[in-house]
């Protein structure tokens, strides 16, 4: 039976734990210079609805590096971008290619395109979820930080696609994960429902909360894509929540700060933090190549 990624908890926690074994491998592959080619013949698809530099670079040299290919289909110049049907796209785009990664707006256009893909289909952002930055950031905390679970993870900032993923994988693997946002900026409900009778997860609107102690503080953006509008309520809104030198003082003394990219130095990082992080941070972006490698293998071929 195809699988799909549309979201965290589309996996069982062996399954994650297994991706980020198995991005652990593609990176030592890579850096050892090691040839595995497990897509030979093999095709996806990338449907763009959104800018994007990490996915789509991660993606299309993910695939290549694999032995396959991508293919780059930006919405707008597609029959997408004319209102062809997601119903008849994934149908047709499934007897072309092996997988379909989207990054869109709505959720349910990624779910209406796995329901009829017969191709696994990957969310590569929506307005609600990033899983692939998930897998990423996983595997980034693994890899400087040891066992997940003995870990306490902070998220500060919107409650937005970055922060209900966070939440998702919290529950799968039993992460402490603190959860903080200004009021009007909470986490989706849905989500947030799902983590209300977990005891390791925290949701707050006190920054300062959530860092305490924290190993890991993680932020991203305070307008997202697509939200552009709401630019300037936004930032009055989030004032008090910038990770800077002030708020990493809470922190564990070897406490990490990661943040997805783009970033907005001096709004949700400091521009101090940034740097002294810088190598977190690009390790993080690099780290989306090696998970995503990982979940395209898991993915595509038979096993
Ligand atoms: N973090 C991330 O998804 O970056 P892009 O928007 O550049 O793909
Ligand atoms: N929350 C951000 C993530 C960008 C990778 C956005 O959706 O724009």
């Known amino acids: 039976m195809k699988r799909d990624f549309t979201k965290i908890l589309d996996l069982t926690p062996d399954e994650g734990i297994y991706l980020l074994e198995r991005a652990a491998f593609m990176k030592r592959m890579r850096q050892t210079r090691g040839e595995y080619v497990p897509l030979r013949g093999k095709s996806l698809a990338m449907i763009f609805e959104k800018a994007s530099t990490r996915t789509r670079v991660s993606f299309e040299l993910g695939m290549e590096e694999l032995g396959g290919k991508a293919l780059h289909l930006s919405a707008a110049e597609t029959q997408i971008g004319r209102g062809e049907a997601i119903s008849d796209t994934a149908r047709v785009l499934s007897r072309y290619v092996n997988a379909i990664m989207i990054r869109t707006y709505a959720q349910k256009t990624v779910e ?45 900032g919107d409650g937005n696609n970055v922060a209900n993923s966070w939440i998702e994988a919290a529950i799968l693997l039993g992460l402490n994960l603190a959860v903080a946002f200004p009021e009007q900026y909470r986490p989706a409900p849905a989500v947030e429902g799902l983590a209300c009778d977990k005891g390791n997860i925290i949701f707050t609107n006190d920054p300062m909360e959530a860092a305490r102690e924290a190993d890991v503080i993680n932020t991203d953006v305070w307008v997202s894509m697509g939200m552009e509008e709401e630019k300037n309520e936004r930032i009055k809104a989030f004032a008090g929540f910038s990770v800077d030198e002030k708020l990493l003082e809470h922190a564990k003394k070897d406490a990490i700060v990661m943040h997805c990219l783009p970033a907005h130095r001096n709004e949700e990082i400091s521009e101090s933090v940034f740097e002294r992080f810088q190598d977190v941070i690009f390790t993080q972006a690099e780290n989306r190549l090696h998970a995503q490698k990982a979940l395209l293998e898991w993915l595509m071929v038979e096993v």
């Not at 590569?124 to 693994?142: I, K, N, W």
């Open 112 to 156: 209406e395109l796995a329901r009829w893909s017969t191709a696994p289909v990957i969310n590569g952002l929506s307005d609600l979820y990033h899983p692939c930055q998930m897998l990423a950031d996983l595997f980034t905390v693994r890899e400087l930080k040891g066992d997940l679970r003995r870990l306490k993870i902070a998220y500060i």
